[in-house]
């Protein structure tokens, strides 16, 4: 190749040319760098005014001067005048005086203390003697307390053969000379073997001599013979009081007996009403409502401060509080049926179910005194008589009834198997009328 470059015959032949010069795009670029030079120059100055007054304080700071004013040593006396002097003593007896007062009133207020002090103390231990009291007379009653024991052998397919035992407290109600007997809820279990334990302990067998299907209450008649001489000296008859007097609301109550549902169980509490009624077929029956809780079961007496029976404990009767409070039957509502099941004397059954007509039902619509009948059980006595809904009792035999509280003590008089002429008032259009109709009684007890 160099051979032929040295003989004069080019291998190739090129000539570089220069790139014209754009000029438009070169002032473009020119102007663009002078304007933005411009801008950034006069942020540039800004930037240097507004902070240099900082820069020179932080690079010559100012110095503070310090001020002071030294104190002279001047005796206090020569400083009070006469007029400051009185007033500096009279601030001093004032503040004696304060000082005084202070004293007082911590001496007043530590008195004041000690006293309600004293004063808790005596309310706590009144409220503890209260409460021993009313233990006190909870014990009281356990003489005449009983548990009684029901059991049933019941048969069942999954478990087979198996005995069950329920418990109930009762109590003594009375000695007739011959046996004690003894009044108890048995809620509906009539089909067992009883068992009576009484407070110290020892039990018997028992059969029940009679029972109201209608409240559950059942007496038992325990010979004294089969008792042990050293249980009879134990045992007290029950002091049954009253449970008529509407003064009894409000007033502190105690519960013995099973009134949780558990034997021994003890409640205190107040009545919290009793004007409420238990109706049954042939009867009504006041009772009392209380602010104690009610145990499964619950069974027992409700007793005064006194310690007598004012209210026997019937589970029939627990649905009557709309809250769950303890109800019991007012004993003074059960003295007729109690002397009957203890006699062990029937009474005849007539088998309606209603409430008395008040002052004020009779006076608002004009509805005659008497027994109102509000449901007529069937195929009782009444029923085959012709007795109605709606019909108001008024006679049975020669005894006026005004009160359905009247018809049940007049049926505690009767005997199942005579016949009574029975008087009713029944409503025919606007008026009342007067019909007699002919009843043969019959008996509902067991």
């Avoid at 032929?4 to 020119?30: A, M, V």
């Avoid at 002071?68 to 005086?97: H, I, N, R």
């Avoid at 008529?244 to 021994?264: E, L």
């Avoid at 019991?328 to 007539?350: D, H, Q």
Wanted: aromatic content about 6%.
């Amino acid at each position: 190749m160099d051979k032929e470059n040295n003989s004069g015959k080019p291998f190739i032949n090129e000539k570089i040319r220069k790139k014209p010069i754009n000029t438009r795009r070169l002032f473009k670029r020119t102007a663009t760098t002078a304007v933005m030079a411009v801008f950034f120059g006069v942020i540039a100055c800004l930037t240097i005014l507004l902070m240099e007054p900082v820069i020179n304080k932080l690079v010559n700071p100012e110095k503070v001067t310090r001020v002071s004013f030294p104190e002279e040593e001047v005796p206090v006396d020569q400083l009070l005048t006469e007029q400051s002097k009185a007033q500096q003593e009279k601030v001093q007896q004032q503040e004696a005086l304060d000082k005084a007062k202070e004293e007082i009133v911590r001496e007043v207020v530590e008195g004041t203390i000690q006293q309600q002090e004293e004063e808790e103390e005596t309310r706590l231990e009144s409220y503890v003697q209260v409460f021993e009291e009313m233990s006190a007379i909870a014990r009281s009653a356990q003489p005449y307390l009983v548990t009684v024991v029901s059991s049933t052998q019941i048969e069942s397919w999954l478990r087979g053969s198996y005995e069950e035992e329920k418990s109930f407290s009762g109590i003594i109600v009375a000695d007739n000379t011959q046996s004690f007997l003894i009044l108890v809820d048995l809620q509906g279990n009539t089909d067992g073997h009883y068992t009576i334990t009484f407070a110290d302990g020892k039990y018997v067998q028992a059969q029940i001599q009679r029972m109201d299907p209608e409240t559950g209450l059942a007496v038992f008649a325990i010979e004294k013979s089969k008792l042990e001489e050293s249980t009879i000296k134990e045992i007290r008859v029950a002091d049954l009081g009253s449970s008529a007097d509407q003064g009894i609301v409000g007033r502190p109550v105690i519960a013995v007996g099973s009134p949780q549902g558990v034997a021994g169980s003890v409640s205190y509490g107040f009545v919290t009403a009793n004007n409420s009624q238990l109706l049954v077929t042939d009867a009504n029956y006041g009772v009392i409502l209380t602010d104690m809780s009610a145990g499964a079961g619950a069974s027992g007496v409700l007793l005064n401060l006194s310690g007598t029976v004012i209210g026997m404990i019937v589970d029939e009767a627990q649905g009557l509080s709309s809250g769950g409070g303890l109800v019991a039957v007012g004993i003074s509502e059960l003295k007729g049926l109690i002397t009957k099941l203890s006699n062990n004397e029937p009474w005849g059954y007539l088998g309606v179910r209603g409430m008395g007509v008040t002052s004020q039902v009779h006076e608002q619509t004009g509805v005659p005194f008497g027994a109102f009948v509000a449901e007529v059980e069937s195929e009782s006595p009444a029923m085959q008589s012709g007795i109605n809904n709606g019909d108001i009792i008024t006679q049975i035999g020669n005894t006026s009834i005004s009160s359905f509280r009247e018809l049940r003590s007049m049926l505690l008089t009767t005997l199942p198997g005579e016949t009574y002429t029975v008087k009713v008032m029944r409503q025919t259009g606007d008026e009342y009328q007067e019909f007699e109709m002919e009843v043969l009684l019959s008996s509902l007890t067991q």
